[in-house]
């Protein structure tokens, strides 16, 4: 069976032997045009990028995120834009796998069904819905796996073992764990090694998953984390585009840069 | 249609999804909440059936809430509209001057339970939070309450009441600054900190659990109404009609739970939502206006949305109304034709209380969100018969829209 573009870049930073680096930046931060070039320009560095579809009632997202969100919003960004920019995105030299994250509701009103068949057809790789957890996503992330696109499951602290293994009975690819008790974008308020210790432990209950950490990682904590398959940083980046606006500086390159150093943190 | 199942629970008639009518309510929520929400469950429905734990509540409701509230008819006011009776059921009696403060004890009691010593709330109108802080207060936990900044200004009364009962006011500036986002703020919070704190929902929405806990706790308003109605009429009329305000409707619920089961015919339940200002398209209406299914705070509602599913602002004369969603159980309410919908507007509102406090001064003093309530008595009253009886309840007290009624009106009431 041919790998999926996830599990196949899963597999090549394995043999790189290092995790993957995962990005997250929200469509239409800080507009359409400059949200393209972001991706455009940090893909050379990731080696997945996921692409927030940010809603403004979200109950999972820190400051830094929301920030971004309100930008992207205010500054008109829509569904179909997002769509287009991934395209655009797919179609581009360095492309790589993407990931929509983003909240049921915006599923909902584009319809289920229109949602998945849209991201069959524009490339998107895999989808995170934040506040569609399971059981509630098994008919959405069947629909998704039919259409070969990677549901990505999200396992917490809180998450009991008996539920982890069924939920991970359900997964594709990659699953998602949350390194600790926080929206995104709180300080790292777990050792690393705690954290690996969960890693581990669900691990062992399916090698042959991907299992990526987010939440509190940047450029000082990303090295301690590094015997995971994937790590991704989000706030972080997020934060960097807003600190740009307000010294007036050019996003793209402050951003790319940060994904370019966090990325030499894992050779 | 819709149908309701008899002699159950409304807060009882979810699926196995934890979905009324098939599509309203659920626990979309991050992973992270899944646990924490369960344990709640859990715990809930061994304490509803604990003996022990009913009489705990039953004892603070009669010596802290204080029961039963005042039932009365509105002499004046009846005779002044001609039509129909108008009776009130004067929930602001409770301590505290509002409805709130049933689902606020109960959720004090339950985070004894859980053994957490930290619990947090959102609030509009502020009821929620000052007597969520009340009773974080008399049963020694410490409390955090999340409000939208216009929220603050405008109900500065009652956030003063929560920081002298020793809660921390975490101030919301996202967003509309309102309800909505005081919501979404609190959920995050809760995600961060689950492990120790215990979460309350200000009214009968978010995930499932919290709908239930608070519809739950304000059944204790139409446990006493049907007292009351029973003891004046000697029955329930054969014209019956209860009319509430409808914000997230958790004053709407337990005000109609009792009666839920009798023929529409011979009850009618009528929910008011906030019509907003006279000209303005961004009423708090959505079971009145047709708004879309959505997903606002963990569950599926009729909420106001745009086409992309982002939520829309909302505007209102009374904090407590301007939220954008509603109530799963309303939704199934609405859908089962149980309960009729429809909203006033800021200046029908205003109307209705001039109204009251010419002729029923001295007895009562309603706040802008039952001003919406009253608004619908005073229309519908003149063309019913006289032996239709209307009760209004009169949730909230106007001790803190003081300000705001006399910008509108040039003087005080
Ligand atoms: C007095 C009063 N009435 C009504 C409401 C609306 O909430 P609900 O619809 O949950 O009763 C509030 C909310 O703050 C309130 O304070």
């Avoid at chain 2, 608070?214 to 009319?243: D, H, N, Y």
């Avoid at chain 2, 009886?389 to 949730?395: N, W, Y």
Wanted: hydrophobic letters at 35%.
């Amino acid at each position: 069976m041919r790998l999926s573009n996830i599990a196949s870049t899963f597999k090549k930073c394995r043999q790189e032997h290092r995790p993957a680096l995962l990005t997250y930046t929200v469509s239409g931060d800080p507009n359409k045009k400059k949200s393209f070039e972001i991706l455009k320009a940090i893909s050379s560095h990731a080696d997945i990028c996921e692409i927030g579809v940010g809603h403004n009632c979200n109950t999972g997202d820190g400051k830094q995120i929301q920030n971004s969100t309100y930008r992207a919003i205010k500054n008109g960004i829509k569904i179909k834009d997002t769509f287009a920019i991934v395209k655009k995105f797919k179609k581009t030299k360095n492309a790589k796998p993407c990931i929509l994250m983003g909240y049921y509701n915006s599923v909902v009103q584009y319809g289920e069904n229109r949602f998945v068949r849209k991201c069959k057809q524009v490339g998107v790789d895999g989808l995170i819905i934040v506040d569609l957890p399971w059981p509630e996503n098994r008919n959405f992330s069947k629909k998704c796996k039919k259409n070969s696109i990677n549901f990505i499951q999200l396992l917490s602290p809180t998450t009991s073992r008996t539920r982890m293994k069924k939920i991970i009975k359900d997964s594709h690819d990659m699953i998602y764990y949350i390194s600790m008790l926080s929206t995104t974008g709180g300080k790292l308020k777990v050792s690393p090694e705690k954290i690996l210790e969960n890693y581990n432990k669900i691990k062992k209950i399916n090698k042959s998953k991907n299992l990526v950490i987010g939440f509190g990682i940047t450029i000082k904590t990303i090295s301690s984390l590094k015997k995971a398959d994937g790590l991704v940083v989000g706030s972080a980046l997020c934060n960097e585009i807003s600190k740009s606006i307000k010294n007036r500086q050019n996003s793209v390159t402050n951003v790319s840069n940060m994904v370019k150093n966090i990325r030499a943190k894992l050779s | 249609m819709m149908k309701l199942k008899k002699g159950k629970l409304l807060i009882d008639q979810h699926n196995k999804d934890y979905l009324y009518g098939g599509k309203f309510g659920g626990n979309y929520v991050p992973e992270t909440l899944k646990k924490p929400i369960e344990d709640l469950a859990n715990l809930f429905e061994k304490l509803r059936r604990d003996k022990k734990f009913l009489n705990e509540r039953d004892y603070y409701f009669k010596n802290y809430v204080g029961v039963p509230t005042p039932f009365f008819k509105l002499k004046n006011l009846t005779k002044h509209l001609g039509g129909a009776q108008i009776w009130c059921k004067q929930v602001s009696k409770a301590n505290g001057g509002a409805h709130k403060i049933y689902n606020a004890t109960v959720h004090a009691l339950i985070a004894l339970k859980a053994k957490k010593r930290f619990i947090i709330g959102d609030t509009g109108a502020g009821y929620a939070g000052k007597m969520l802080s009340m009773a974080a207060k008399k049963f020694g936990l410490k409390c955090k309450i999340f409000m939208g900044t216009k929220d603050i200004v405008r109900q500065a009364v009652n956030c003063r009441a929560m920081r002298k009962n020793g809660a921390e006011v975490v101030p919301v500036d996202s967003g509309s600054k309102t309800l909505v986002d005081a919501v979404s703020e609190c959920m995050r919070y809760w995600v961060s900190n689950c492990d120790t704190t215990h979460m309350c929902v200000g009214s009968t929405v978010g995930p499932n659990i919290f709908i239930k806990i608070c519809a739950w706790s304000t059944a204790q308003i139409s446990r006493e109404l049907m007292v009351q109605v029973k003891k004046e009429f000697g029955r329930v009329p054969k014209k019956l009609k209860l009319i509430n305000c409808v914000g997230g409707g958790s004053s709407a619920m337990g005000f109609w739970n009792e009666f839920i089961g009798y023929d529409r015919n011979q009850v009618e339940l009528i929910g008011v939502e906030a019509g907003g200002p006279k000209n303005s398209k961004r009423h708090a209406a959505p079971l009145t206006n047709g708004a879309k299914i959505g997903v606002l705070h963990g569950a599926l509602q009729y909420v106001i949305q745009d086409a992309e599913g982002q939520i829309e602002e909302t505007e209102s004369i009374s904090a407590g109304l301007d939220y954008p969603g509603v109530s799963p159980l309303h939704c199934l309410l609405k859908d089962s034709k149980r309960a009729r919908y429809t909203s006033a507007t800021d200046e029908e509102s205003l109307e209705a209380l001039k109204l009251i406090s010419k002729l029923e001064k001295g007895k009562i003093r309603p706040s802008l969100e039952p001003a919406h309530a009253f608004s619908e008595a005073i229309k519908i009253a003149p063309k019913l018969s006289k032996d239709t009886i209307i009760c209004v309840d009169s949730c909230g007290d106007q001790k803190k829209d003081k300000q705001i009624i006399k910008e509108r009106l040039g003087h005080n009431l």
